[in-house]
């Protein structure tokens, strides 16, 4: 075995790949869109078994509440305050220095994203909230690069390769935004280690065979799983795509990746406040939506908006009954869509 594969000779020895798909590993490039709980888990896996090169887009910071679950991260860059991808990818190269990686602290929004898949062979989905997942979704029907939808809350998560033109797309599973406050979230319904790690090795693994040559490999299905019931499923989805009819990828539409769809924010001047519009507006549920928060700060609701104190935070969180809400304690447009996705989801 040459000396450039050493590293990489119990990786190369499996059958599964072998030197050929080792070499097309090296080669490689892809863009994470995202480096928390699953982002972290990916970007680590990866690094490990050799890719080219890696783009880590990451808006945030790491916070106490990551350590539980996000594998990169540790408390010196806690007292640093070092964005997420940044950390990630000082402990990446110290971890393999071979790897390219480039850190991005910025959101993913419709004015970067094509710029931000240039040159890559695969995007990978490390992100916490759907409007992010449609854009990732737009771009790659627009470009042909193929991404991993994956998610995880609670115990359980689950993964679907996307093959643009080939499979069913995010648009044919899922084709409107759930309504706001109608989701679950990490900060509502918590999250659990070992559910991130499964979720997000199994996505490390299509992610191998599709970097290692051997897309043909991948199977076109949703995968489910709940590491607290043990439960494991394989859902069908091959008939999606042949007797839909995706406004995506069966009519090019790409609402999301032109900016008609996505959440508005607008700072309230002299007010320490930021306005956000959920990209769908649809009644709140202000009794379930204050149920699935009650652990996560005080809050107040009457018939015409909920009002929510997160513990530990400076914000305040105001959502009125068609999902629009004001997120006081920042000027901060991205921190504030951050607050609205975290405690509200999109």
Request: glycine share 8%.
């Amino acid at each position: 075995m040459s000396s450039d594969l050493e590293r990489y000779s119990k990786q190369v020895l499996f059958a599964g790949i072998g030197e050929a798909g080792q070499r097309h590993l090296l080669a490689s490039h892809a863009l994470l869109c995202g480096c928390g709980a699953l982002g972290s888990v990916l970007a680590e896996t990866l690094v490990r078994a050799g890719i080219g090169f890696l783009r880590i887009v990451d808006r945030d910071f790491v916070e106490l509440s990551n350590l539980q679950r996000q594998v990169l991260f540790d408390e010196n860059d806690i007292a640093e305050r070092l964005p997420k991808a940044i950390a990630a990818a000082e402990k990446l190269r110290r971890i393999n220095s071979s790897v390219t990686v480039e850190p991005i602290v910025a959101d993913v929004d419709h004015t970067n994203i094509l710029k931000l898949v240039e040159g890559v062979d695969l995007i990978l989905d490390g992100s916490d909230n759907f409007e992010l997942r449609f854009l990732i979704n737009d771009a790659s029907l627009e470009t042909g690069i193929p991404w991993i939808y994956a998610g995880v809350i609670g115990s359980h998560g689950q993964v679907m390769p996307i093959f643009p033109g080939e499979s069913a797309c995010l648009r044919c599973l899922i084709d409107q935004m759930p309504d706001p406050g109608s989701m679950e979230t990490c900060d509502t319904a918590g999250i659990i280690g070992p559910a991130v790690q499964l979720v997000a090795s199994l996505e490390a693994v299509d992610a191998l065979k599709i970097l290692s040559g051997q897309r043909d490999k991948v199977a076109r299905t949703l995968t489910y799983i709940d590491v607290w019931d043990g439960t494991f499923r394989h859902l069908n989805i091959s008939e999606l795509r042949e007797h839909g009819d995706c406004p995506a990828c069966k009519h090019g539409e790409r609402s999301w990746l032109s900016g008609q769809q996505g959440s508005q924010t607008t700072v309230l001047c002299g007010r320490n406040a930021v306005q956000v519009s959920p990209p769908k507006r649809g009644a709140v549920a202000f009794e379930e939506l204050a149920a699935r928060l009650k652990d996560s700060g005080e809050v107040h609701f009457n018939a015409y908006l909920l009002r929510l104190a997160p513990f530990n935070t400076p914000y305040e969180i105001t959502v009125f009954r068609d999902g629009l809400a004001i997120i006081k304690g920042t000027n901060d447009l991205a921190v504030a869509r951050a607050v609205y996705s975290r405690y509200v989801g999109l």
